[in-house]
């Protein structure tokens, strides 16, 4: 009865999404208060109706109602509860419906701001709308997770082991609501594109809903990265596998938007830019829900690979691109305008970082569908690894981050360049010298070693010059700290954040070192000055698995520093085996141990790994994601007064 | 209307034509580098009361399928009622492969499904499997009679799969 009740909640939504997305527009081209005003309930009623669709899902699982296909095929009465929560969004059709309630919670939080004028307002919330009915029409027609399985299993197949981990808890959610957080950005440009106003309110109304679904994915996508470290058990972070590039291409265009957008609220220019890196970052994250759901691609997260529901995205892709592109050719000449600026000035600036990232993500767009690019040209499978995505990344990547440093220095519509020169050559000098000296101190000195941490040295020094200049001059030091806006405090942590993740990424990619041993019983193996000792196997039982577990001593200069447990299960349901690692876990290392095959009774191979500064990489992800609360959180957007109706 | 301004539609149309296209490929289709190659050797105990054990000159001079399967695999008891039909038209022999599997599930498994194969060998470990490049099972290798794999079909073996690939392959080298 519960899940028809979800099924029933779904096809309302469906219903309402329809009607939310084609009255208020009509109402806003007619002036219609009364159709206008139907947008706010409805985006509500709409978030309320799928949220009751997704606790029916939730109670299938919590209740193991096998008679649910979805259920019985990712969920197992074992399973411990909170994976059978966590299961919802463990396979296609649930992790879609998680997708349309982050789509409709988006929604509804869009239709609580009251600074919109209501015809604006009408607008946004009926092309969210709209973008809704399709995904739900998608949903209900090609995915539907309430279909019922008569004769009901008597067991469940069991949830993919690789998913029965605590970062599969958090890391959907929050990549989910980054991805379709670009939504409103996107709903934003449409509606300006629509009424054809793109004022300077238009570009700060929409910031802090963009600053907020960047820093949800830069988590998300850190999230899943630390996932894969320990979980995928070879110790690596990034593959550029499909699936991340998916989620990468949206980051990297969303980082391009919050750019851009502060041009077009500060100097009214760059408007084409905004409203066509709105329009990327959002079609990148429906490309991405393409290429992961039609299975085009093969990867190691492909969960469904079903061409009829390819068939479906791509005609919803198809659907918003191509109208919102349309509209784009069709409105561009309102498009122009916004200031003069010179050659060397913030805005040449942020133009240039603009052109940067859009060209990054055009070449991981390219590395990523090549494979399919040659396949559909009949020049043979192939595919395309991190080789391509290294080549090409780090020397587009390089000046981005030479110039991130400069821009923050530079004034608006002109600069001086000798002025510029003379401020940051110090800077510039001893980050040449550090990356030097850092690459020679690490033993195997790298011209990458040396270029990585120059570029570290030269944000660090770059942060700490441009906070100086903050707080020196008049006034008392914390009359100046004070009068600093929270979106400069953004900027700020958020560039800190890059140059703490090239340290993490140069030195671990350098100075990283594994080994694969067989080790007896009582023996031990050594690596990077830390012995490991291998004091016995034992066997472990857990809820839904049994396993083999390592009891690995870790010892460095004679003395003990951690008991590690590296485990080999094997999950019971599925007969699936699964390494988990056991990791000995620090701020200027990681030592990381799993376990291998068994050689004979008394023999193990191990596999030990030496990773210095790889929490760094993470811990630079979330300076960027506290930089871009900051900027969300600055006073200058709760301020506001409500932007005038356009006449 | 600006001309520039259509750039980025032209753009997406351009990209939307080859999405549109690679829907209709597979990339799950990867050619093996085993076809036409001579088959792995192999010589296993099989899967009955007597446990002799079976080679592959064994089957020299005959065209044949081998058939990964185990008790273990869903997906091989979608297959297995296309398998028992085939095997009753006597069009070629059958070797099972059992992949991974204890003897026990095994037999009990074509007690209650029925047996479709000549015989099945045993790979417990399965060690056979890595040199027949074994992913995922089922997987099914048209051998002909010299010993070559000529065909493999990667997931079950549909009516539609028989048909239209492996019996017009078997005809083709029976012929021959």
Known sequence: ?647 | MKAKALIPLLIFIGLTVFLAIGLTLNPREIPSPLIDKPAPAFNLRQLNASGQALKLADMQGKVWLLNVWASWCVACRDEHPVLVEFSKRGVLPIIGLNYKDRDADALDWLQKFGNPYTTSIVDADGRVGIDYGVYGVPETFLIDGKGRIRYKQIGPITPEVLERELLPRIKELQGA
């Open chain 1, 1 to 647: 009865m519960i899940p028809e009740l979800g099924h029933f909640a779904l096809i309302l939504t469906l219903l309402v999404a329809t009607v939310l997305g084609i009255l208020p527009l009509l109402g806003a081209q007619r002036n219609d208060a009364a159709l206008m005003a139907l947008a706010r309930p409805a985006a509500r009623l709409l978030f309320m109706l799928v949220l009751v669709s997704f606790g029916c899902l939730t109670w299938a699982f919590v209740a193991n109602d096998f008679s649910v296909t979805y259920v019985a095929s990712h969920s197992h009465s074992q399973l411990p509860l909170v994976y059978r929560i966590t299961a919802v969004w463990g396979s296609h059709e649930g992790s879609l419906l998680l997708w349309g309630l982050m789509l409709t919670g988006w929604t509804a939080a869009v239709s609580f701001s009251r600074r919109l004028p209501d015809v604006f307002n009408a607008r946004v919330l009926a092309v969210l709308g709209l973008v809704a009915a399709g995904f739900f029409a998608f949903l209900l027609l090609t995915s539907n997770p309430f279909e019922r399985l008569l004769p009901a299993a008597l067991e469940g197949e069991d949830l993919n082991p690789l998913l029965q981990d605590p970062g599969m808890v958090a890391h959907p959610p929050l990549l989910y609501m980054g991805y379709v957080g670009f939504s409103v950005a996107f709903a934003f440009s449409i509606a300006a594109l629509i009424g054809g106003q793109f004022d300077a309110a238009w570009a700060r109304l929409s910031r802090p809903w963009t600053l907020v679904a960047w820093l949800f994915l830069t988590l998300g996508i850190a999230l899943g990265s630390g996932w894969a470290y320990y979980e995928l058990g070879w110790g690596g972070w990034w593959f550029w596998d499909p699936v991340e590039n998916a989620s990468f291409m949206p980051w990297l265009a969303g980082t391009a938007l919050i750019h851009s957008l502060s041009v077009t609220e500060k100097r009214g220019a760059f408007k084409s830019w905004t409203v066509l890196l709105a329009i990327a970052a959002f079609s990148l994250s429906l490309l991405g829900t393409f290429l992961v759901r039609s299975g085009v691609l093969t990867s190691v997260h492909a969960f469904a690979a079903d061409p009829k529901r390819g068939i479906f995205i791509l005609a919803l892709l198809i659907f918003v691109v191509g109208g919102s592109l349309c509209l784009y050719a069709w409105r561009a000449a309102k498009l122009s305008g916004g200031g003069k600026f010179a050659n060397l000035s913030r805005e040449s600036m942020l133009l240039i970082n603009n052109v940067l990232l859009a060209v990054v993500a055009a070449t991981v767009l390219l590395g990523t569908l090549y494979p399919l690019l040659a396949d559909a040209l009949h020049m043979g499978k192939l595919s395309v690894g991190p080789p391509y995505f290294e080549a090409v990344f780090v020397p587009l990547m390089v000046p981005v981050v030479l110039l991130m440093v400069v821009a923050p220095f530079v004034r608006w519509r002109g600069h001086e360049l000798p002025a510029l020169v003379k401020k940051l050559l110090p800077a510039l000098g001893a980050s040449l010298l550090i990356g030097g000296a850092g690459a020679w101190a690490t033993g195997t000195p790298s011209w990458r070693t040396a270029l990585g941490l120059a570029l570290a040295a030269w944000v660090l020094l770059g942060s700490a010059q441009l906070l100086w200049g903050r707080l020196t001059g008049q006034g008392t030091l914390m009359a100046r700290l004070g009068a600093i806006p929270g979106s400069w405090w953004g900027m700020w942590l958020a560039h800190l954040g890059i140059g703490v993740f090239i340290i993490g990424v140069s030195l671990v990619k350098t100075m990283e070192a594994n080994v694969d041993v067989a080790v007896k019983l009582g023996e031990s193996a050594e690596l990077r000055g830390y012995t490991f000792t291998l004091d016995k196997v034992v066997e472990a039982q857990g809820p839904n698995y049994t396993a083999m577990r390592g009891v690995v001593r870790v010892s460095h200069d004679g003395q003990t520093i951690n008991v590690l447990h590296p485990e080999k299960r094997i999950y019971t349901a599925r007969q699936m085996p699964m390494t988990e690692a056991s990791i000995d876990a620090g701020i200027f290392r990681d030592v990381y141990v799993s376990l291998g095959e068994p050689v004979d009774a008394s023999t193990w191979v191990l596999r030990l790994y030496y990773k210095p500064m790889v929490r760094w990489i993470w811990a630079g992800c979330l300076l960027m994601a506290l930089g871009g609360l900051c900027a969300a959180l600055d006073a200058r957007y709760r301020k506001l007064a409500k932007i005038k109706a356009p006449a």
